[in-house]
């Protein structure tokens, strides 16, 4: 269909995805690879060393590049090696099985790095299965709703890294009023993630609470115990 269009003259976006099989005018995607980098550095910041257990998808493009960020960031730090690299294809069911496996194998690792969040959850999920108790760091990336109500609730993941949907739309509106006036447009757009932890998510969930406490006109009371929990929250992110 894609084919077709192109050769009627239509002009193809693809949005948060990258083809390799057809010659698009533009693609905006997030950058993947500096997700992966963003990983790498949230877990060097945090520990001197450790014995990491990858979960790919070798399929996905986007996957790869996420992974390939982050090998590539800490293959001159010789503390942190890669014990493992089990496939999973990014689903959470396939990452359930996997980890289990390797963990009733007796494969020794303390931090999971996986391509996105639903195997990270994956992960979650056979250690609490099999009652492991041992401290495991576990990575995903996406920022999705699940793995971000996780980091703010528990202490069970260690960290995400989020996309931004509303900027890539920007970008498409942005990329479409220049097609239509014929100008150039660069054939790959890469936007840049943010990485979110325990503390960068408590402190956007306290403003979420605050500023929807102020939408519905609840007592100021109320406004001011959100208030102080808006500036614990910031205390703890700086």
């Given amino acids: ?5 192109k050769n009627f003259g239509i002009r193809v976006i693809a949005v948060d995805s ?3 099989n057809i010659k698009v005018d533009t693609s905006i995607v997030s950058d993947n690879y500096h997700a992966g980098i963003l990983i790498a550095k949230d877990l060097m910041k945090r520990t001197s060393n450790a014995h990491i257990l990858l979960l790919t998808h070798k399929d996905a493009l986007s996957a790869n590049q996420r992974i390939t960020g982050f090998l590539d960031t800490i293959k001159s730090e010789e503390h942190y090696q890669i014990i493992s690299e089990r496939e999973t294809v990014g689903q959470t069911e396939y990452a359930m099985i996997t980890v289990g496996d390797a963990l009733s194998e007796g494969l020794q690792f303390d931090a999971i790095v996986a391509l ?14 099999l009652k492991v108790t041992s401290k495991k760091l576990i990575y995903g990336i996406d920022g999705s ?10 202490d069970e993941v260690t960290g995400t890294v989020a996309q931004f949907p509303s900027h890539m739309g920007r970008k498409v509106s942005e990329t479409i009023d220049l ?3 014929k100008e150039e447009v660069e054939e790959l757009v890469a936007e840049v993630n943010d990485a979110v932890d325990k503390a960068t998510q408590k402190l956007e969930q306290a403003k979420e609470e605050l500023e929807q406490a102020k939408a519905e006109g609840k007592p100021q009371s109320e406004i001011t115990a959100l208030e102080e929990k808006v500036k614990e929250a910031q205390t703890d992110y700086d």
């Fill in 116 to 129: 996105n969040d639903r195997a990270a959850i994956g992960a979650l999920a056979a250690i609490k299965e």
């Fill in 179 to 181: 097609l239509v006036k």
């Fill in 18 to 20: 990258q083809l390799n």
């Fill in 145 to 154: 709703p699940d793995m971000k109500h996780l980091l703010a609730t528990t």
């Fill in 1 to 5: 269909a894609l084919s077709r269009a």
